[in-house]
């Protein structure tokens, strides 16, 4: 009789006790672990991400395999199965239990910086970046927590950046994480870029609803690129920045961040603001190495797609190269 073995495994625990309405307003965010110091780094990073004192949190790490065990009894070869199928089935089972020893221990981290979390942990057998994208898909998180790097450098040369390749196609939020050069006692600096899009604006909300530490500071940066002409930019999009009368083209993106400046000033944030012309990438990078800033928020998407294809993606070019943490923000589905 052949024996098979469930591809993942779960964390047991009884279910949550909070009310039905309680949970379902209730953050959810699913964390990738790996053992890694760029994972270890993103769980640190959990601590100046304004995350609220209760929210449920998914620790998933991936064992990848050569050849996954079955996750359901019906025979995927004739019997007997031959031993190297066998052979290969044992040596996935043992990678998929190191890998929940991994996230059993990630899901303990979690729970020392945030006690009244509901933290679940599990482990699959497939591509870690597959993995998170299709568990993000089924689950639907607010955000996706991964580091910055894996295990293997040259995994990533050759496959490509597990956190670049969830960035590019999770439907959520995607927050990549890395150490924080300052003590945790300083005040929590956030760096959000905008230029007036819907997705810049989510931005600037996903900051409004977070719960940040007295002192902490956000600074708007608007990137002027000479490049991008308003001819490739549709006049919808920024319509409702527009005044008749505006005497110069850029009246309107002054106009458009002091508006998104006041949300933040309303909770109580220090603000300040940059806007500056050049490359918006470049401009926020280096804004955020000057100013040493903890994180640096963005939209997934800018003003005009043209300029995505022309130029490549700002978001995922800031969440590669910057020294700091990187939130892409994507924008709630409405119900």
């Keep these: 009789m052949q024996q098979s073995f469930p591809a993942e495994l779960h964390e047991l625990r009884p279910a949550s006790t909070r009310p039905v309405g309680e949970r379902e307003r209730v953050m959810k965010i699913l964390i990738a672990y790996d053992g890694s110091s760029g994972a270890d780094a993103a769980l640190d990073d959990l601590r100046q991400a304004g995350l609220p004192r209760v929210a449920e949190a998914l620790v998933l790490s991936v064992a990848e395999v050569f050849l996954p065990p079955l996750a359901h009894a019906e025979p995927a070869f004739p019997t007997p199965v031959p031993v190297a199928v066998q052979q290969a089935w044992t040596r996935a089972r043992r990678a998929v239990e190191g890998a929940y020893a991994l996230a059993i221990q990630a899901r303990a981290q ?180 000057h100013w040493e800033a903890d994180c640096i928020f963005v939209g997934a998407r800018g003003l005009s797609r043209v300029e995505r294809f022309l130029l490549g993606s700002v978001s995922s070019a800031i969440a590669a190269r910057a020294h700091c943490s990187v939130e892409v923000v994507r924008p709630q589905p409405t119900p």
């Excluded at 927050?175 to 300083?186: I, P, T």
């Excluded at 690129?225 to 919808?236: C, E, H, K, N």
């Design 110 to 289: 979690v729970l020392r910086s945030f006690p009244a979390w509901d933290v679940r942990a599990e482990a699959h057998a497939d591509s870690p970046a597959w993995a998170l994208i299709k568990k993000a898909d089924i689950w639907q998180p607010d955000v996706v927590v991964v580091g910055s790097h894996g295990r293997s450098g040259l995994g990533r040369f050759l496959l490509g950046s597990v956190s670049q390749k969830v960035l590019s196609e999770s439907r959520c939020s995607v927050r990549v994480g890395r150490r924080r050069r300052q003590a945790d006692a300083a005040p929590v600096r956030l760096l959000i870029g905008v230029d007036g899009s819907a997705d810049a604006e989510a931005a600037v909300h996903a900051v409004t609803a977070r719960e940040w530490p007295a002192g902490t500071a956000a600074r708007l940066v608007a990137g002027l690129d000479v490049r991008m002409s308003t001819a490739l930019i549709p006049p919808r999009l920024v319509e409702r920045w527009l005044t008749a009368g505006d005497d110069h083209e850029q009246t309107w993106v002054h106009r458009m961040v002091k508006a998104m400046a006041a949300p933040l000033q309303t909770r109580g944030l220090t603000v300040s603001s940059v806007i500056q012309d050049g490359d918006p990438k470049q401009i926020l990078l280096d804004e955020a190495e």
